[in-house]
């Protein structure tokens, strides 16, 4: 292969790499304190907004079965399937995977003990810790404050 036939072809795969990106990015969702007050109950800005909790077995998530996905509460993003959510036993919806690029993570010292804190990407929004006790094949709970999600069934 010559070098004009190798850069012609490499310029597409990069094009094409491109394209691909950008079906996976988002805007990221920034609003004012206020902003934030006005589109959720005060529970979600305790959650989303401040780092809280809700109470263990308070979620009507935990009973959720029908097929879909679910989103944050703060920005409608897309953060888990319903194919990934299985029954933990701590009260709280959990799943053992995420739809990839959709959640950052960081530590957390709030109990003494480091945790693993999960993120919204798009709006930073709190939802849960990811622990690593959940069953095959990640290995994962991703341990979620229902009030930090809204259920989007299946069309």
Known sequence: MNRRKWLQQLSLGLIGLAGAAKLWAFDKLELSKDQWRERLTPSQYRILRDGGTEPSGSSRLNDEHREGHYHCAGCD???FSSATKYESGTGWPSFFNHIDGRLETKMDFKLIWPRTEYHCARCGGHQGHVFDDGPKPTGQRWC???????FVPKA
């Open 144 to 150: 979620n404050n229902g009030l930090a999600l809204t």
């Open 77 to 79: 993003l897309a953060l």
